[in-house]
């Protein structure tokens, strides 16, 4: 079954038609070609397809597309302004919190979650926010220094 | 016969003839796709009736969908139509009066929850079970009627709410009709919702004038309840204290502990007691042994965090002139 949906995606109001067991994951890579969420353990566990629904962090791959009607969707693609990268991406690149760059998506929509409720986020409250996204090459260790940092930066 | 072994969406599987183990992505090999399924989201109750009527078996009722969605990625279950409960008013919000007590729709997230200001004055074990529960992206999604109705032994709201003697509202063909939580459960999976009754929402009494309560639990960061024990005591105005103990991952469904509950409330306070408690806790639980840990270490591990959990409670107890 096929139905008509109308969010608003990264700021822009986009329509699509989906079928009804399209995963919110597949429609936003697939159909419009934002890559930043991955594809990865398809079963909530990972945090690598994180997206920010309504203000809050969940899953991609545990939504279901026509659940996005009406919804508003940020992805990563949607942290920059332009060419200008967010403060949070900045600091990952400054502070190494990255290896190969697959949970980084994930990553930096959850500490961005974050720094929307909590301004100065101590060591624990990022911890907290990060719980639960994974990262199997550099450690958490300067992912957190970089939220850190984006968070004095930013102000 | 093929053998799988399942992890999350990615298995291994060993076709006989062959005799030969290969590795299989279910979603890569559906080319990216999940079963074919429709979806309905109703707006009133009576639309949500009809439908459920009419779907009958072939129909899955869809809240968070954290645990559906998953189960139709692994192909455990391939409904024909997902009727989606979040569009129901009835289901939705938390409300509370101090003699009314609580009412938590059955679509209210678990971070919702546990944000709440009234359930964090008065229901504060319902907040400290909330944080247990998955991570952050997956309390934003799971409901708390969810939570209840996958009848699963190591869902970690439920002791909490059997120790606030909760009450499920549930609706169906035949009209309203309420049933204890303690009841509402038959076995792993099985609840006693019968077919095309929804979880309306759920009931909390009043709080009492103090209570305190302590989960605790055996899990690694961000994993699965292994076993866990919920305590809360309870005091009206004068001085006696009412107990409630509930058991997660120790049974084939969250359990109360009965016989602890009333060792507590009538023996001689001191060590002893509270030995006896836990050892009671752990007669009552029927563990399973399964991949994350054996029947013999849940069933001593009961012992251990009831334990923990009433030396906690009565620390805060004494705290207030005990
Ligand atoms: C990565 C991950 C980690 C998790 N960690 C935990 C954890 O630590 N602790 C824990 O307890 N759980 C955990 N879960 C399991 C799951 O998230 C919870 O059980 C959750 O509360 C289910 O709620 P839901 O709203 O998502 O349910 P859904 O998936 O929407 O539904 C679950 C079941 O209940 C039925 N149902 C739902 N609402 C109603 C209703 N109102 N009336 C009738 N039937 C209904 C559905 O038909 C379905 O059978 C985890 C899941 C994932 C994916």
Same mark, same amino acid.
């Given at each position: 079954?096929?139905?008509?949906?109308?969010?608003?995606?990264?700021?822009?109001?986009?329509?699509?038609?989906?079928?009804?067991?399209?995963?919110?994951?597949?429609?936003?890579?697939?159909?419009?070609?934002?890559?930043?969420?991955?594809?990865?353990?398809?079963?909530?566990?990972?945090?690598?397809?994180?997206?920010?629904?309504?203000?809050?962090?969940?899953?991609?791959?545990?939504?279901?597309?026509?659940?996005?009607?009406?919804?508003?969707?940020?992805?990563?693609?949607g942290?920059?302004?332009?060419?200008?990268?967010?403060?949070?991406?900045?600091?990952f690149?400054?502070?190494?919190?990255?290896?190969c760059?697959?949970c980084?998506?994930?990553?930096?929509?959850?500490?961005?979650?974050?720094?929307?409720?909590?301004?100065?986020?101590?060591?624990?409250?990022?911890?907290?926010?990060l719980?639960?996204?994974?990262?199997?090459?550099?450690?958490?260790?300067?992912i957190?220094?970089?939220?850190?940092?984006?968070?004095?930066a930013?102000? | 016969?093929?053998?799988?072994?399942?992890?999350?969406?990615?298995?291994?599987?060993?076709?006989p003839?062959?005799?030969?183990?290969t590795?299989?992505?279910?979603?890569?090999?559906?080319?990216?796709?999940?079963?074919?399924?429709?979806?309905?989201?109703?707006?009133?109750?009576?639309?949500?009736?009809?439908?459920?009527?009419?779907?009958?078996?072939?129909?899955?009722?869809?809240?968070?969908?954290?645990?559906?969605?998953?189960?139709?990625?692994?192909?455990?279950?391939?409904?024909q139509?997902?009727?989606?409960?979040?569009?129901?008013?009835?289901?939705r919000?938390?409300?509370?009066?101090?003699?009314?007590?609580?009412?938590?729709?059955?679509?209210?997230?678990?971070? @919702?929850? $546990? =944000?709440?200001?009234?359930? #964090?004055?008065?229901?504060?074990?319902?907040?400290? %079970? /909330?944080?247990?529960? &998955?991570?952050?992206?997956?309390?934003?999604?799971?409901?708390?009627g969810?939570?209840?109705?996958?009848?699963?032994?190591?869902?970690?709201?439920?002791?909490?709410?059997?120790?606030?003697?909760?009450?499920?509202?549930?609706?169906?063909?035949?009209?309203?009709?309420?049933?204890?939580?303690?009841?509402?459960?038959?076995?792993?999976?099985?609840?006693?919702?019968?077919?095309?009754?929804?979880?309306?929402?759920?009931?909390?009494?009043?709080?009492?004038?103090?209570?305190?309560?302590a989960?605790?639990?055996?899990?690694?960061?961000?994993?699965?309840?292994?076993?866990?024990?919920?305590?809360?005591?309870?005091?009206?105005?004068?001085?006696?204290?009412?107990?409630?103990?509930?058991? @997660?991952? $120790? =049974?084939?469904?969250p359990? #109360?502990?009965?016989?602890?509950?009333?060792?507590? %409330? /009538?023996?001689?306070? &001191?060590?002893?007691?509270?030995?006896?408690?836990?050892?009671?806790?752990?007669?009552?639980?029927?563990?399973?042994?399964?991949?994350?840990?054996?029947?013999?270490?849940?069933?001593?591990?009961?012992?251990?965090?009831?334990?923990?959990?009433?030396?906690?409670?009565?620390?805060?107890?004494?705290?207030?002139?005990?």
């Amino acid at each position: 079954m096929k139905h008509q949906i109308t969010c608003k995606i990264n700021d822009e109001v986009t329509r699509m038609e989906v079928e009804s067991h399209r995963t919110l994951l597949d429609a936003l890579r697939e159909d419009l070609g934002l890559v930043g969420a991955k594809h990865a353990c398809v079963s909530g566990e990972c945090g690598s397809c994180n997206i920010l629904f309504d203000g809050e962090v969940v899953s991609a791959c545990m939504i279901l597309a026509v659940e996005a009607d009406g919804a508003e969707i940020i992805t990563v693609e949607g942290l920059a302004e332009s060419e200008r990268l967010h403060a949070l991406q900045k600091a990952f690149l400054d502070h190494n919190a990255l290896q190969c760059g697959f949970c980084s998506s994930g990553m930096l929509v959850s500490s961005y979650a974050l720094l929307q409720s909590v301004s100065r986020p101590n060591e624990q409250e990022i911890r907290a926010a990060l719980e639960g996204n994974l990262c199997r090459c550099t450690g958490y260790a300067d992912i957190i220094k970089a939220v850190q940092v984006a968070s004095r930066a930013r102000r | 016969m093929v053998i799988y072994i399942k992890f999350g969406c990615n298995a291994i599987r060993r076709i006989p003839e062959m005799n030969e183990w290969t590795y299989s992505d279910f979603y890569l090999e559906r080319g990216g796709n999940l079963h074919p399924f429709d979806y309905a989201k109703p707006t009133s109750l009576a639309e949500a009736r009809t439908l459920l009527a009419q779907t009958a078996a072939d129909g899955v009722v869809l809240a968070g969908g954290s645990d559906v969605l998953r189960r139709i990625e692994e192909e455990v279950i391939r409904p024909q139509v997902l009727i989606d409960i979040k569009g129901l008013p009835e289901l939705r919000g938390i409300s509370f009066s101090v003699h009314g007590g609580l009412s938590l729709g059955a679509t209210t997230t678990i971070s @919702a929850l $546990a =944000a709440h200001n009234d359930v #964090r004055r008065h229901y504060s074990l319902l907040v400290k %079970a /909330s944080h247990q529960l &998955g991570s952050l992206r997956i309390r934003n999604r799971a409901t708390v009627g969810g939570n209840i109705c996958v009848a699963l032994p190591q869902t970690d709201l439920p002791p909490a709410l059997l120790c606030y003697d909760a009450t499920c509202h549930l609706l169906g063909p035949e009209g309203e009709r309420t049933v204890p939580l303690s009841e509402c459960y038959k076995g792993t999976r099985q609840t006693a919702l019968e077919p095309g009754e929804l979880l309306v929402r759920v009931t909390l009494p009043a709080p009492a004038a103090y209570s305190y309560g302590a989960y605790h639990t055996v899990r690694q960061g961000g994993q699965t309840t292994v076993v866990g024990a919920a305590v809360l005591a309870r005091r009206a105005s004068g001085p006696s204290t009412e107990w409630r103990i509930a058991l @997660a991952a $120790a =049974a084939p469904y969250p359990l #109360r502990a009965y016989e602890a509950e009333t060792h507590l %409330a /009538s023996a001689e306070p &001191g060590a002893a007691m509270v030995e006896k408690a836990a050892e009671l806790a752990m007669r009552a639980a029927q563990p399973a042994d399964d991949i994350r840990a054996s029947a013999r270490y849940r069933r001593s591990m009961v012992g251990v965090l009831v334990r923990r959990g009433i030396e906690e409670v009565i620390e805060q107890l004494s705290g207030r002139g005990r």
